[in-house]
């Protein structure tokens, strides 16, 4: 896999963890614990999608 095809999957990754978390939101009584781990694990995707980008 190529160092673009990665940064693609993350960003479908984000794209997705970004979704989970507005449906979250949404809900009556959201879980703040998933809320928490779902945005924790958004960040860390941005976080390897920075550092694989070329600058």
């Known amino acids: 896999m190529s160092v673009q095809d ?11 963890l970004e ?3 507005s449906r979250e939101e949404l809900r009556p009584h959201p ?13 860390k995707l941005k976080d390897e999608i920075t550092t694989l980008s070329p600058h």
């Open 19 to 21: 979704t989970k978390i």
């Open 31 to 43: 879980d703040d614990d998933l809320l928490h781990d779902l945005k924790r694990q958004k960040l």
């Open 6 to 16: 990665r940064i693609e999957s993350l960003k479908f990754k984000h794209e997705e």
